[in-house]
């Protein structure tokens, strides 16, 4: 397994709150793409970050996050440079906060390659101009010259992956790289994303709050709630079965296109980070809540189908979710 969550809880030693994470399992094969799911605030972003071990200093971390089998939460200070350098690379949502408005593009691309691969300039220079080529820019050896404020945001998230695969990853984090962009450039970089994927065999974690776009984009999906996977399945089955509540809540207040009908909109609000909250944490906000959900202890459960949900009630209410 490329990536390989396991029982990963992140909680603030310096706030009484909910963890950020807990008891966070989620894993990401070679050459597959998996989706993560929910509301701002739910910890995708978090999860990710666990990847590159980019978390908060004062945070108390147990469980595992394994890349290529090696731990990355007890990796020194030099394997942890090379492995963000090497292993996997992030591509966030604004490309212009991942690049300096006052350096060249070029400058931007050549550095890592330089530094991290040890390539020299007119051989950095050179393997720049072939990633931008790679990532679909006309004119590569133009665009080195160029700066960020002269290029489109389209344009820009095509340089901001050309970096993330400079150094060939095993891994690629794509966090909400797409969101900001139009519906016609979208389209066409997550195209990209899927290609480059494909022809790398990259394994690929999407972040996104589209449900809708995650089903049919990825493999797999995990959903997750106020810091909790509450349901992981097949993409493909994720529409036709949802199997957590809180999912079927995300598909209600969706629209589609082609498709006429009334949205519902899941009530009230996620907890926030400074709630601290006794059993399932959607219960305030379930249609189908039971006094016991109230103190039920939060654990995923692997159904008979293969699918993992965390809620009490999941077993018996199969079918009425859909």
């Known amino acids: 397994m490329l990536l390989d969550i396991d029982n990963l809880t992140l909680r603030l030693a310096d706030r009484e709150a909910r963890p950020l994470l807990a008891d966070v ?18 910890g995708k972003s978090t999860t990710a970050r666990a990847a590159l071990r980019m978390l908060p200093a004062s945070a108390e971390v147990t469980g595992t996050v394994r ?11 030099a394997e942890l440079r090379t492995h963000r350098t090497r292993s996997v690379s992030m591509v966030y949502q604004d490309p212009r906060a991942s ?5 060249r593009i070029g400058d931007f691309l050549t550095e890592r390659l330089i530094h991290a691969l ?53 891994l690629l984090l794509a966090d909400e790289a797409t969101s900001a962009l139009d519906v016609t450039t979208q389209a066409e ?20 709050h ?3 776009l995650a089903a049919s984009y990825c493999d797999r999906v995990y959903v997750m709630y106020a810091g909790r996977v509450a349901e992981h399945q097949s993409a493909r089955n994720l529409f036709t079965n949802p199997r957590h509540p809180y999912t079927r809540g995300l598909l209600g207040c969706c629209p589609s296109l082609g498709e006429s009908r009334e949205l519902h909109p899941i009530p009230g609000h996620p907890p926030s980070l400074s709630e601290i909250q006794l059993g399932c944490p959607f219960a305030p906000r379930c249609a189908y809540v039971e006094e016991a959900c109230i ?4 654990e995923v459960e692997r159904l008979a189908d293969g699918v993992d949900v965390s809620c009490r009630r999941a077993a018996d209410l199969e079918g009425s979710l859909v």
């Open 25 to 42: 399992s989620l894993q990401v094969a070679a050459g597959e793409v998996v989706g993560l799911v929910g509301e701002s605030g739910s």
């Open 99 to 103: 690049m300096n408005p006052v350096r």
């Open 189 to 208: 970089i997550l195209m990209l994303l899927k290609s480059l994927q494909a022809q790398r065999e990259m394994g690929l974690l999407f972040i996104t």
């Open 118 to 170: 040890g390539k020299t300039r007119r051989e950095a220079t050179s393997d720049a101009a072939r990633l931008l080529k790679d990532v679909g820019l006309n004119d590569p050896e133009r665009r080195l010259h160029q700066y960020p404020h002269e290029l489109s945001g389209g344009m820009l998230q095509r340089v901001v992956i050309a970096a993330g695969l400079a150094t060939n990853p095993g």
């Open 67 to 77: 890349l290529n089998g090696q731990d990355v939460l007890s990796m020194s200070p």
């Open 295 to 298: 103190t039920w202890s939060p």
């Open 210 to 212: 589209d449900l809708h």
